[in-house]
């Protein structure tokens, strides 16, 4: 998501944007599953801690879409 706005601010044009966005969605969830399991090694035992991780993972800038799939997957 800082990407896309940083893009956007410097005047790339949205469409160009999601189009190589959309390309690493992959790896944007692979990314995402890594640096969780890597931090946290364990599911959420409660919603405070599951938003925990989400917002561990949003600071990195991660989309709410893989937020939620990584956490869902845990």
């Known amino acids: ?11 790339v044009d949205a469409d160009r944007i999601d189009a190589a966005l ?12 890594a640096l ?5 090694k ?11 991780q989400a917002r561990f993972l949003a600071a990195r800038g991660f989309s709410h879409d893989v937020i939620r799939r990584v956490l869902a997957c845990d």
């Open 42 to 52: 364990s599911p959420a035992t409660d919603l405070r801690e599951r938003a925990r």
């Open 22 to 33: 959309s390309a690493r969605q992959g790896d944007e969830l692979a990314s995402a599953q």
């Open 1 to 11: 998501m800082r990407l896309r706005h940083e893009l956007l601010r410097r005047g």
């Open 36 to 40: 969780w399991h890597k931090r946290f």
